[in-house]
Every structure is written in structure tokens, then in C-alpha cells.
């Protein structure tokens, strides 16, 4: 009997090892175990026995049970353990495969321009403010010292909104005004004021009805054109370079006087002459002058006490001119293509 059992066992071990998948397994089990299974009928077999063979071969049998369910268990542990395995390997990520590329965009062109001034201004002292872009004619010409009549006025250069009296400014330089008149104590001024800006014109690689500007007024005692002189080479020298030259050639704006050009050697050829500067060894970067007398007074300073110089970049030009970019209607058709290979031409340096 006991040989029986054993031999069951080795017989159970076998087929098992014989087993390639957790089905085998099952189908073994239910051969084994089930009901009509040959464990069963040693269990019938066991009612038969004399009473003193029935405790042994209970034992016994009990025994053989407990092992051959345990070593189904084994198995089936086995194979589950394996399908898991074989799961967890084909689901793992390769790490060396190309990423899905999420398309990004990239800062613009004249925004990073305006944050290099911004800065540069700010290191010396000057708070960068804001204007409104629907302007009064009061703001944008009157108080400016820009007559009634002046051809800066007409209608085929500025965006007229209402009659003759709201418009879409078309300099920021009113924003001279605002800061002026805004000050009740009449107190010195320092700030640029970088903002769009609109005229008629009709849009090419040069123009474009809507550009930016970067305004800058200095008010104060004892102001003259050499504090203009110099506050222009610095930032000439940090946004073009050490070695860059400024000069001034006279020029004529009714809210400056005297007013001039502000130029920087060309520093593409370094003054000898070439196809950016035209041959004259110089670029126009700005208009700028002495604040004029009647705009202090219009504002509330009085010309006497106060002097104070005024500028205004043409933003759209200065990156340009900076980055060499040949059209600026690259800077508003959002062209990723292009801002992008910008933006690694910036990274690169
Ligand atoms: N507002 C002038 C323009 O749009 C530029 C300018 C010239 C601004 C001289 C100034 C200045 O503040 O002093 O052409």
C-alpha cells in the first residue's frame, strides 16, 4: 500500500515535470485530484480497510495529499510567475527609442531685444513704464509741441479712431507726456518705455504698419546733450560691442531742441564701409534730443530748473541690425521656423 502511494507521488512528480504551460498544470490537477481521480479512490479504498490498517493509510494518505497539492501549488506559482515575467519584459520601455516630439514654441525675436535694453536701462536707474496704444491727439502731438497743420498729423500717416482727437499712437513718445504730467512733485524722471506703436504705411521688408518703439526720457537738473552723448555710448557699447562708436548728427524733432541722429560705427566692417552701413562706415539707431522747453512747461516743469534728454529706438531695427535679420515682417509672422533657428543662433553664442 504505502509503495502504491509512493509510486503515485513519483508518478504525479513526473508529469509534471513533463508539463510546458499553467494549463498542463490544471488539466494534471484535474486528473489527480478530482473526484474519479486515483486519490480519491485510495480514499474510498481507505472505508474498506480493517480498522487497524485504517489509521496508518489515513495518515499516509493525508500525507501524500497535503504534498501532491503543494507541489501543484509549485507549479502553477511557477508558470504564473513566468507569464508575469515575460509580461513585465515586453511591456518595458526602451529607453533608446526616439522620443515623441512635442512641438514648442520659442520666445520672440523683438520681446528678447527689448528685455536686453530693458536691462541695460535698469542697471542704470530707470524704471520701464507702460502707455496706452488708443491714444489722444493731446498726447500723441498737441502737448508734444506737434501743431495743428503739421504734416506728422495727417491722416494718410496715423490711425484715426474717433474724429480727429482718438488715434493709435503713433510714436511712444507720449509716454514723455504721461510720465511728466503724472509726477506731482515735479520730481526727476528716469524711465524708457518699450510698446507698439502704429502708422499708415503700407507693410515690406522696412515697414509695417504696426512696430515698436522704445522710448526714454531723463529729466533733471543740470541735464545736457553730453549726459545723451554719454548715457548713448553705454548702451551702444553693451548692446554692440565694446569697440562701437556713437556720433551725433543734427536732425529736427518739434519735441526736442536740438535734436539728433544717434549713430554707431557699423560693426560689421568696423567704420571701412560695407552693404549694412551703406558704405559710410556708420548705422542710425535712433532720434533723440534736449526735452524742448515747451514740453517741460506743457508738463508742469519749468525749463528753467529742469533740462532732460529724450530718445526713441526704432525696437524692429535694433534686432535687425543686431541679429542680422533682413525683413521684419519676420518678428509678426510668427514663423516658428525662423525663431527657432534664432533662438539656436542665441544659444550658439
Ligand atoms: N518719436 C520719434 C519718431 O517716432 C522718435 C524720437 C525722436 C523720440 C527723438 C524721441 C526723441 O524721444 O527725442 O520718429
Known sequence: MQSNLENLKIEIQNA???????????????????????????????KNLPV??????????????TEVNSLFDEKINYYNTLAL????????IDVTLPATKISVGAPSILEHLIEEVEEVFMSMGYDV????????DKYNFELLNIPKGHPARDAQDTFYIEDEKILLRSQTSPVQI??????????????????????????????SHQFMQIEGLLVDKNISLSDLKGTFDVIAKK?????TKTRFRPSYYQFTEPSVETDISCFSCQGKGCSLCKNTGWITVSGAGMVHPNVLKNCGYDPKEYSGFAFGFGAERLAMLKYGISDCRVFYQTDLREVKTFDRREEAK
Do not use: W
Open 16 to 46: 509534471l515535470k513533463n508539463t510546458s504551460c499553467l494549463q498542463d498544470v490544471i488539466d494534471l490537477k484535474g486528473k489527480y485530484l478530482s473526484k474519479k481521480g486515483p486519490i480519491n479512490e485510495l480514499t474510498q479504498h481507505l
Open 52 to 65: 487497524e490498517d485504517k489509521k496508518e493509510f489515513g495518515k499516509l494518505l493525508n500525507g501524500l495529499k
Open 85 to 92: 515575467n515575460q509580461k513585465l519584459a515586453a511591456e518595458s
Open 129 to 136: 513704464v507702460d502707455g496706452p496704444e488708443i491714444e489722444e
Open 178 to 207: 504721461r510720465t511728466m504730467l503724472a509726477s506731482t512733485n515735479k520730481e526727476p524722471i528716469r524711465m524708457i518705455c518699450p510698446g507698439k506703436t502704429y502708422r499708415r504705411d503700407a507693410d515690406d521688408a522696412t515697414h
Open 239 to 243: 548692446l554692440f560691442g565694446e569697440n
